[in-house]
């Protein structure tokens, strides 16, 4: 059964840094991209970033491009998104998901399963 599991949310201040975890289960990230995707309140799923199956290959958002990074183990069963000099506009719920393939994208339709998010705000 495939399963992934966010976690590292959590509230932090303005320019602050957090760093969220996806564990997968059921399945090795040998042949899977992983992808992060974020939803504000009011708002659609937005691309955050995205890493390959072989970790050479990542995509960041354009929102968040010089400030988060995405990286995994080398057991490539923990995907992790790095953010840092949050903003208030950062606050969403945070989702990880795979895509089968191993190539990273931005499309959240290529993304076949997903974790369950974890709430990440920025507040003073």
């Known amino acids: 059964q495939v399963q992934l599991v966010e976690s590292g949310g959590g509230l932090v201040q303005p320019g602050g840094s957090l760093r969220l975890s996806c564990a997968v289960s059921?399945?090795?990230?040998?042949?899977?991209?992983i992808g992060w995707f974020r939803q504000a309140p009011g708002k659609g799923r937005e691309f955050v970033a995205a890493i390959g199956w072989s970790g050479a290959s990542t995509r960041i958002g354009d929102a968040v491009k010089g400030r988060f990074t995405i990286s995994r183990d080398t057991a490539r069963i923990t995907v992790f998104l790095r953010m840092s000099s949050l903003k208030p506009e950062d606050t969403a719920v945070y989702y990880c998901?795979?895509?089968?393939?191993?190539?990273?994208?931005?499309?959240?339709?290529?993304?076949?399963?997903w974790g369950q998010g974890v709430q990440v705000t920025v507040s003073s």
């Open positions: 059921g399945f090795t990230l040998e042949y899977y991209a």
């Open positions: 998901a795979e895509a089968f393939g191993g190539s990273p994208s931005e499309d959240s339709s290529a993304y076949s399963n």
